[in-house]
């Protein structure tokens, strides 16, 4: 049983001697505990500290591509080099290495396919009240839009078995926090939380920049994963509620015009035909969309045939 810890890099010459040095070499029920570092195209010193502190494995982007981009090629890389199971891991040190055993535990135990360690969000000094805020109500939107029981979303601490890692596709270039629970829920994987500890942070995060864009960031993602992966749901509800609008809109045109004040109102018949109109429109997207998530369900099928 092969275990890979993947840590996905940009400029990290100064965290990742912590990091590494943090990560367990030996672990009940795994035989091989490898490292891989992918170098997201780093300016510093960031591949040769990662030599000169013994890792197993490095891969390096010609340029950077971002953190979604990087934890891809890490999946690719670790199936590549015949990992059973593949541990996700932040170079800044901010999650506590040594609770990887505690991690992948449900996978050995064949109780989950990808497991997510949860923050103490509350405890975690160097998160403001409205981060924590903000960080709860992104994995309660987020429970809710999957239907996964996730405790903290957006933890990048996570661990795949190798035939979850083989179903898993990234398309956004931001973060694989969110999609992959998405992705991973609509393809029948079990996902479980498990609770970590963390570490004082070595430095500000670079994914989020401020609250705003995290909230903008957040909301046009999952927006965007709705679309994907529930397209027939998302634009059928559109056109419930057009449809429901021209109804009421025609209702009260029927109403004037039946107790003879109908020629004032023709706006309502207008806009209610505009309405209706769009509520069709929106029935062909949900078909449209549909079908195409269907073709990409075969195509990723076929694909995961070939690993």
């Known amino acids: 049983m092969k275990l890979i810890v993947q840590i996905p890099c940009y400029n990290e010459e100064d965290a990742l001697p912590i990091t590494l040095s943090q990560i367990p070499k030996e672990i009940d029920g795994i035989d091989e505990v490898e490292?891989?570092?992918?170098?997201?195209?780093?300016?510093?010193?960031?591949v040769q500290v990662a030599k000169e502190n013994g890792v197993n494995h490095i891969v390096s982007h010609s340029r950077n591509f971002g953190l979604a981009k990087t934890f891809a090629t890490g999946l690719k890389h670790s199936l590549s080099l015949g990992a059973d199971i593949?541990?996700?891991?932040?170079?800044?040190?901010?999650?506590?290495?040594?609770?990887?055993?505690?991690?992948?535990?449900?996978?050995?135990?064949?109780?989950?396919?990808?497991?997510?360690?949860?923050?103490?969000?509350?405890?975690?000094?160097?998160?403001?009240?409205?981060?924590?805020?903000?960080?709860k109500t992104g994995s309660y939107v987020m429970r809710k839009i999957s239907g996964a029981d996730v405790a903290d979303a957006p933890s990048g601490f996570r661990a795949f078995s190798a035939e979850a890692a083989k179903r898993i596709n990234i398309f956004d270039n931001y973060t694989y926090t969110m999609e992959t629970i998405i992705q991973a829920k609509n393809k029948g994987l079990e996902i479980k939380s498990v609770p970590i500890g963390v570490n004082d942070d070595l430095r500000p995060s670079r994914l989020v920049k401020s609250?705003?864009?995290?909230?903008?960031?957040?909301?046009?993602?999952m927006l965007r994963f709705v679309i994907i992966y529930r397209p027939f749901r998302f634009f059928m509800k559109i056109s419930v509620v057009l449809f429901l609008l021209a109804l009421i809109l025609g209702g009260r045109f029927v109403y004037y015009y039946?107790?003879?004040?109908?020629?004032?109102?023709?706006?309502?018949?207008?806009?209610?035909?505009?309405?209706?109109?769009?509520?069709?429109?929106?029935?062909?997207?949900?078909?449209?969309?549909d079908l195409l998530a269907i073709n990409r369900?075969?195509?990723?099928?076929?694909?995961?045939?070939i690993h």
Not at 297 to 305: A, S, W
Request: proline share 3%; aromatic share 8%; with cysteine.
């Open 35 to 46: 490292i891989l570092i992918i170098d997201d195209g780093s300016k510093d010193k960031t």
């Open 86 to 135: 593949i541990v996700n891991l932040d170079a800044d040190n901010q999650y506590k290495a040594q609770d990887i055993p505690k991690l992948i535990k449900p996978i050995l135990e064949n109780e989950a396919d990808i497991t997510i360690g949860a923050r103490p969000i509350e405890k975690i000094k160097s998160f403001s009240l409205i981060k924590k805020l903000l960080q």
């Open 211 to 221: 609250n705003f864009d995290y909230i903008k960031r957040s909301v046009f993602t």
């Open 258 to 289: 039946l107790t003879g004040n109908g020629t004032g109102h023709i706006q309502s018949l207008i806009l209610c035909a505009i309405i209706f109109l769009t509520g069709v429109q929106s029935m062909f997207f949900a078909v449209i969309a």
């Open 297 to 305: 369900k075969l195509i990723e099928d076929v694909q995961y045939k």
